[in-house]
Each structure stands twice: as C-alpha cells, then as structure tokens.
C-alpha cells in the first residue's frame, strides 16, 4: 500500500512457485487430461472449467452456468475445433500449441510458469518416453513439489511452514504467531481407544471425542498420553523454530491474561522471558532497559515495561547485499511460440532416401513404411509420423501416400490389407536349420500363411523367387500346411506368386 515506505519488504513462498498453482498452467494440465481420456465426463467438465477460467476470468459458478451445464455431452464447438487441428503434435509441442491457444489471456508473470513446465516435458522425454499418459501419470505424483527456482541471495522474506523449516538455517528467522495450545481442544481431536474394561471391551476400538472430563471415565490412560505426546509435539514445533537462525531471532506472541498455568507457547515464553535469572549464564551484554520492573510480574531487566518487548544479546548490523553481487538477471516479459511446422528442421545425419534421380533411394523408404502398416488404414499415420520428425515435406507425404495407397488398392492385394489376417511385419523367424529369416511380411488365416515379398525397382526379376520360396519352405516346415509366398513390385502394380 505504501511502496515508497523503507518497510516496503517482497514476499516469496514455495507455494506461491508452485507450478501447479499456476491457473495458466493447470488449464493447459486439464487439457491434456481431456485430450489423454476423452470420453471421461470428469476430463470434460474439467477442461471446461480450467480453460474458461482462465480465458475468460468469469467466477466459478458463472462458467458452470455458461459453459459446463450447457455443454454435458461435449466440449464446446470453438475449444473443440481448436484441439482437433493438434491432437497429432508430440507431447512437447502439444502443450506448447495449448500454450498457445491461452496466450492471449497470458500476463507476463505467467511465462516463467510456462516455460518451467516445458522443460519439465522436455527433460521428461529425454529420460523417459514422449508419452502423453505417462507424463500425466508422472505429474500427478510430483505436481506438489515442482515448482520455480528461487535463488538462496533473492531480497525478499522466505515464507514456509514449521515443519518445512526443518534442517534447514537462516541469517534471521520471525516467528509472527508464537500462540499455539500445548494441548487438544476438547472435542475437536478423537482418540481410536481399546476399552480395556468389561462390558466395554466387547466393543473393539471406539472414536472418543478428546475432552477434559475423559480422567474420570475408562480412558484415562489413553487422555492422559495423548495429552503428554501433543505437549512434546508442540514443544519440538517451538525447538526447531528456535534453533533455525544463525543471528537473528524475532518473535511475537500475545500476552497470557492469566499468569497461574502454561497451557500454550506464549504462557510458557511470558514464564521463561520473566525469569530474573535467563540471562546469567551468557557474558553478551543484554539491550534494553537497565533497571528492575516490577510491576505485572515482571522482574527481568531485559524487557521494556512500556511496550512490553524483550531483547537479549546484541544486535549486530548484518551487510546487505548490493547490487554488484546480484546475480545477472534476465526478465522474460512474455512468452512466444513458433507454430511447429514453421520450424527449422534439424537432422542428426543425411536423409539419403532420395537419390538425384529420385529411384533407389525412394524404394528404401517406401519400404519402411509399408513394412509398418497392418491395413490400408495405418499408412496415414505412418507418413505423418515422417512429416513429424522431419524426414518427409508434405509434399513428399502426398505424392508417396498416393502412390502407395493406389498400390496397395489393387484387386489382387487389397484383401491383405483389410484387416483379415493376423500380420506379422519382419519378425524374425528361426529355421529348424539353425538359421533365421526375416519376411517382409507374413500374413496369417484360419485356414492360410501368406508371405510377402516387398520389391520396389523398375524392373521384374527372378532372382528373388528363390528367397521368397526358402520363406514358404521354412514356415511350412513350423507346421502350417497351405503357405502361399508372393513377390509384390509395388511401383509396378505387378504379384508374382512363387
């Protein structure tokens, strides 16, 4: 409220880094989700909710009542057209195209969210696998705990959590809310007891509500532990917020309205401050007021009467860190995405499938990919998976996706391709002999084995019939009885049976 004020201070917390409580990056999240289990009504209206949110920054209950009851069946026509255009991406340049999608709606505190989930992708990938599903499953275990670096020099005052504290050592440390009970209040804990009396112990184990009249009943035992562990546990709360600093230590807690018992952290520290005796084992001159108070019950020496403040040890001026020994800073103000077809294309070696004239070279790739496919189906995604890693230009994709659908259409083969036989794509097959052999293809019926040949020069030749025909003899001799073999010059449109 008031920036210009020397008291002005920056805050920072691991919650607030966490990536998962980016609401740019959970609508992205709740996309992918959607786009991994499509047909799950929760996957739906969360997506729903998560991209609108964020989109549109309505309330909660105004994008239920906009978007998520008017579309219960499926996502809405404009999010829906969107996601159809990049359902194919991989998975890293699938959530940067959904990045993309909210980009308009993206502040510029939002990119350093952005590109931190990335890299987690990215490197991902690199130990794993490219797996939509698998990288989901995976966030789902770690989301709580990745969130943004935040260097050890930053100027600003680190908020966390006692417990989080733990092992950890700072140059100044303030506890703001020393005032938490030793004790249960009674009946907000339940106690799981076994009665140990009789007709009780027929019972097994009971919840009993905690509460200070449980010493007069049968679970005295059990009131009285649990009292002692919630002492000790609150006790260590107060140890290791304590032995956290190296230099400083700051703490705030109301003053007891009655003197007579310790039932919280601020009786026990307005006991322990007022002792007359806490600083005589130390030789550090105390700060404060030199004189004896004695009033409110106060006898220590080192408290201030007037504003009730209790000081020990000297302050020593801590060095501040200047601006030459910041670290270089780097400010991404926004983020920006280059549409993945757009990019340049990098390869780690030649693509050496087409040659000057365009033949041999050509052969060798069409092969693998007809070595790929079951039916006739499976051959557009096999080309765009060439397109994706960059070994075909879509319009080599177009010219071999209808020069070998045509091929493989043809009367004599097109039943190969239907999805009629169990089809087996250069598996490795052990002779009896002790040899291996490798078919293109072998196709598998009730009643027939068919074995495929594949042939893409210009030309037939017969020195090929007898590789085919040592495919057919060995497969026969594993048992099968009608085993057919064929050589299938594909850029001629010509079968030869063996």
Request: with cysteine; net charge negative; charged share 25%.
């Amino acid at each position: 409220e008031n920036p210009d004020s020397k008291y002005n201070f920056d805050f920072i917390s691991n919650e607030a880094l966490l990536l998962n409580n980016s609401s740019c990056v959970k609508a992205v999240v709740a996309l992918l989700l959607y786009i991994n289990s499509p047909h799950e009504k929760t996957m739906q209206v969360r997506a729903i909710y998560e991209y609108y949110r964020f989109t549109t920054k309505m309330s909660a209950s105004d994008i239920f009542d906009n978007y998520v009851q008017q579309h219960a069946d499926k996502l809405p026509d404009d999010l829906e057209q969107k996601l159809s255009s990049i359902l194919s991406l991989p998975l890293y340049e699938l959530a940067e195209a959904l990045f993309d999608l909210v980009k308009d709606s993206t502040a510029s505190t939002d990119t350093v969210y952005i590109q931190a989930f990335l890299d987690l992708i990215n490197e991902y990938s690199a130990r794993k696998t490219a797996d939509l599903n698998g990288f989901l499953m995976w966030w789902n275990e770690v989301k709580e705990k990745k969130s943004l670096f935040s260097p050890d020099n930053q100027n600003a005052i680190q908020l966390m959590t006692i417990h989080k504290s733990k092992g950890l050592q700072f140059g100044a440390v303030i506890l703001p809310f020393a005032n938490w009970d030793f004790e249960p209040r009674s009946g907000q804990d339940i106690l799981w007891c076994k009665p140990q009396v009789a007709p009780f112990n027929d019972l097994g184990v009971v919840p009993v509500l905690y509460s200070k009249r449980l010493p007069a009943t049968i679970f005295k035992q059990e009131y009285l532990e649990e009292k002692l562990y919630s002492y000790i546990d609150n006790l260590n709360l107060l140890y290791v917020t304590f032995t956290r600093p190296k230099h400083r230590l700051i703490v705030t807690a109301p003053k007891p309205k009655k003197i007579d018992a310790i039932k919280s952290v601020s009786d026990l520290l307005w006991h322990s401050v007022s002792s007359p005796l806490l600083g005589e084992t130390s030789d550090d001159e105390p700060v404060g007021y030199k004189k004896e108070i004695e009033n409110e019950g106060i006898k220590n020496e080192n408290i201030e009467k007037e504003k009730l403040i209790f000081n020990y040890g000297k302050a020593k001026k801590m060095e501040q860190t200047t601006e030459e020994d910041k670290e270089d800073e780097v400010t991404l103000t926004n983020w920006q995405s280059t549409p993945f077809r757009n990019r340049l294309k990098m390869r780690l070696s030649g693509i050496g499938y087409f040659s000057d004239d365009g033949t041999r070279d050509c052969g060798t790739l069409m092969h693998e990919i007809v070595s790929e496919i079951c039916t006739l189906d499976d051959l557009d995604s096999a080309l765009e998976k060439r397109l994706l890693s960059g070994e075909l230009t879509s319009t080599e994709k177009l010219d071999i996706y209808q020069e070998l659908h045509k091929a493989l259409s043809l009367p004599q083969v097109k039943d190969w391709y239907l999805g009629n036989y169990t089809v087996l794509n250069e598996q490795q097959v052990l002779h009896p002999s002790m040899n291996f052999i490798r078919p293109d293809r072998v196709m598998i019926s009730d009643d027939e084995v068919v074995v495929i040949d594949y042939k893409f020069g210009e030309s037939i030749e017969s020195k090929y019939v007898k590789q085919v025909e040592r495919y057919v003899k060995s497969i026969h001799d594993m048992g099968y009885t009608n085993v057919q073999g064929y050589l299938f010059y594909v850029k001629l449109h010509k079968v030869v049976k063996v």
